[in-house]
């Protein structure tokens, strides 16, 4: 039995509301068709995700670690059903296949919404994941992806465009109402990623040794930092969201300053359609 997006829409309803009644009322079902929905998700994932005795009373580290999975995958399924969206279904949209590294998506979503915004119907945006580095930058290469989002790009590219998408510092971010006033004094998750051209963690141990406490990928680590399990280092451009809602909070100065650099590049083959790169020639002057 496979796991249902309609199953995670009910247990982030369930989350937010902290409560069955509450969340049952929202999702226009039963209290016992919402319990019955929660134990068929906890039986296949194989734990408990809500602790509960006769009401709901919080969320289990599991239950944490799946809400926030949760809600991005929600995300891209309602982007991806509007990325297919058009005004005219007369017109030939342009093909516009995307692809980003993992951490990076977030920013390519954000980014698509934007172009939506200003004109459905214009192109036909496909987003292409779990994409390694390597296979984002042959497949450019090969017409078979119009624009990609990646960490860096090696310094020869055939026939593909780049363009500096995202400068940000890296900064050390723990759980909010951490006091610590040096990074010596905190343990730190070390991010990890499939790709092994992605060099996730940039901090040389060599000259600042620091107590390492868990490895873990990015969205996991956003979950464990988010508890308070231990602080993290990041590009203050990915941390923003959680620094603007509050649940992380900046901490300590680094004791070096590194730049982290995204890139947006396109394949040739978009220049040769004309809503194709309008949509370039509208994105570019913003981020210049």
Request: aromatic share 8%; net charge positive.
């Amino acid at each position: 039995m496979s796991l249902k997006l309609e199953w995670l829409h009910y247990f982030v309803v369930l989350a937010e509301s902290q409560s069955f009644n509450v969340a049952a009322d929202r999702l226009c079902i039963s209290q016992q068709a919402l319990s019955k929905h929660l134990a068929q998700i906890e039986a296949r994932l194989g734990g408990q995700l809500v602790q509960r005795a006769q009401r709901f009373e919080k969320l289990t580290p599991a239950g944490e670690l799946l809400l926030q999975k949760a809600r991005r995958i929600l995300a891209h399924a309602e982007t991806l059903e509007t990325l297919f969206l058009t005004t005219d279904a007369n017109r030939v949209a342009a093909p516009l296949r995307l692809a980003a590294s993992p951490f990076l998506e977030p920013r390519l979503l954000e980014f698509l919404r934007g172009l939506l915004a200003e004109g459905r119907g214009q192109v036909q945006p496909q987003l292409m994941q779990a994409l390694r580095i390597r296979e984002m930058i042959t497949r450019l290469e090969q017409g078979q992806l119009e624009l990609g989002l990646l960490p860096h790009v090696p310094r020869s590219l055939r026939h593909l465009s780049q363009q500096i998408f995202t400068q940000s510092p890296y900064v050390i971010v723990t759980a909010p109402g951490k006091q610590v006033g040096n990074w010596k004094d905190l343990s730190y998750i070390r991010l990890v990623g499939a790709d092994p051209e992605l060099k996730l963690d940039i901090w040389p141990e060599h000259e600042w040794p620091r107590r390492i406490v868990a490895e873990a990928d990015f969205e996991t680590a956003l979950a464990m930092c988010r508890r308070g399990s231990a602080a993290l280092v990041l590009p203050q451009a990915l941390a923003e969201p959680g620094l603007q809602q509050q649940w992380l909070q900046l901490g300590p100065a680094m004791p070096f300053e590194h730049q982290y650099r995204s890139f947006l590049v396109w394949s040739d083959s978009v220049r040769a359609h004309a809503d194709s790169s309008d949509w370039l020639q509208r994105l570019f002057p913003k981020n210049s």
